[in-house]
């Protein structure tokens, strides 16, 4: 089959990389930014951060600032330095393997939500932007995954009908319940982080499967 007949299209945060990276790097900006502005000193900072991180997250800033005393009107700045850093990240060698093994015979994709312009610093960090063909920044076209809009400009800007393309992510809702909507085939990353059953076509616990089970379950569509 033609390479351009067919896609795999990827989530990006905890299906190609662990996104605890990326916070960790986050913290580390803000942890040098208390130590430059405020007279925090980085270490602590960066441990306090990661500590709330594992107690109480979507509260580490806040509980950082009432630690160290700072005024509330500092977390906005905060908010901004995580948003604006340029990320320190590797893409794992699992994913490079598995993009790099796609590229020979399918076209690849990613729809990621989140800001885009967070977004693409992650894309251009991991250096994902050399590795596949077409990248949508879902939130920048309505709402974002699991509205069907992304999905769809995925298949277009990679000139593969949404009934040849794989989508490959870790969320039921976004991404699975997403890409089903569309009439796409699913693989589902499962991090053990769902509390429910996931109805997708295969569920795997790593990408190193993906190449091949994207082979057979696009063949089935095209023998059907």
């Keep these: 089959m033609p390479r351009d007949a067919r896609a795999v299209i990827f989530d990006l945060d905890d299906t190609l990389y662990p996104i605890r990276r990326f ?7 803000v942890a040098h930014h208390l ?30 600032q009432k630690r ?10 905060l908010v901004d330095v995580i948003r604006g850093h340029s990320p320190n990240l590797r893409l ?10 796609l590229r020979h015979r399918w076209r690849i ?4 939500n989140g800001m885009s312009h967070v977004q693409a610093r992650k894309i251009r960090a991991l250096g994902l932007d050399e590795l596949v063909d077409a990248i949508v920044y879902a939130t920048d076209l309505g709402p974002g995954k699991p509205d069907p809009v992304p999905f769809l400009e995925a298949a277009m ?14 969320d039921p809702r976004c991404d699975i319940e997403g890409a089903m909507r569309v009439g796409m085939r699913t693989i589902f990353v499962d991090r053990g982080t769902s509390d429910r059953s996931v109805d997708c076509d295969a569920t795997v616990i ?12 696009v063949r089935e569509r095209l023998s059907a």
């Design 23 to 29: 916070v960790l790097s986050g913290f580390a900006a």
């Design 35 to 64: 130590e430059q502005n405020c007279g925090v000193d980085r270490h602590e900072a960066f441990r306090v951060l990661v500590g709330a991180w594992r107690a109480e997250r979507g509260r580490e800033l806040q509980m950082c």
């Design 68 to 77: 160290f005393g700072l005024a509330p009107a500092v977390i906005p700045a």
């Design 92 to 101: 794992p060698r699992e994913s490079r393997e598995v993009l790099e093994r």
């Design 109 to 112: 994709g990613i729809v990621t």
């Design 157 to 170: 800007r990679l000139n593969t009908p949404a009934s040849h393309s794989v989508f490959v992510g870790d």
């Design 206 to 217: 790593s990408i190193a499967a993906v190449p091949e089970i994207a082979e057979e379950l």
